[in-house]
């Protein structure tokens, strides 16, 4: 598909709470509504046993099975003008049981844009402290993984194996980069 000119209006086909479907000329894509984005936690746990990820696995409509995760969550969802680092603390808190002493932001990152406007913002945390169990809130369910970075790869092909689905943030994982 061409790239539809900058005047071509942008037309709502259909909006709910947290989803808006638009089409700009013949490109069709789906946004957050309400200008709300994510922000997604790269969540590093040091001890005496070595360094630790945190994962989450919650089970996702759209793909009909558990997939594992980083913690994440949605920016402004209830607090209008919520600050990404504000909704990163609380998610983690929430998702995992963590608190974090150290935050660093490394940007906003896309994640489909072929398909989807939504973007997220990704933030490293490290010196954590559990301070309770995780699992979300309501009826999420969430079961909280803290894997060896030196056993990720082993990790991540075992829920792979089981079925799980894998979200394309854990790959920077088995990438490296951000660990360092």
Known sequence: MSRPDADTPVETRWEGR?????????WEYVS??????????????????????ILVEQYRVPM???????????????????ASELAAQRELEEETGYRAA??????????SPGMVSESFTLLVATGLTKV????????EDIAVHRVPLD??????AAKRAEGCGIDVRVAMLLAGGLLA
């Open 132 to 139: 309770g169990d995780g699992g979300g809130v309501d009826s």
């Open 32 to 53: 957050r509504s309400r200008g709300i984005h994510a922000a997604v936690i790269l969540a590093i746990d040091a001890g005496d046993d070595g360094r630790h990820v």
């Open 151 to 156: 056993g990720i790869e082993d990790f991540v």
């Open 18 to 26: 947290f989803v808006t479907v638009k089409q700009q000329g013949n």
């Open 102 to 111: 150290n935050w660093r932001t490394v940007g906003e990152f896309f994640s």
């Open 64 to 82: 009909g099975k558990n997939c594992l995760e980083l913690p994440a969550g949605l920016v402004g969802d209830d607090i209008a003008g919520e």
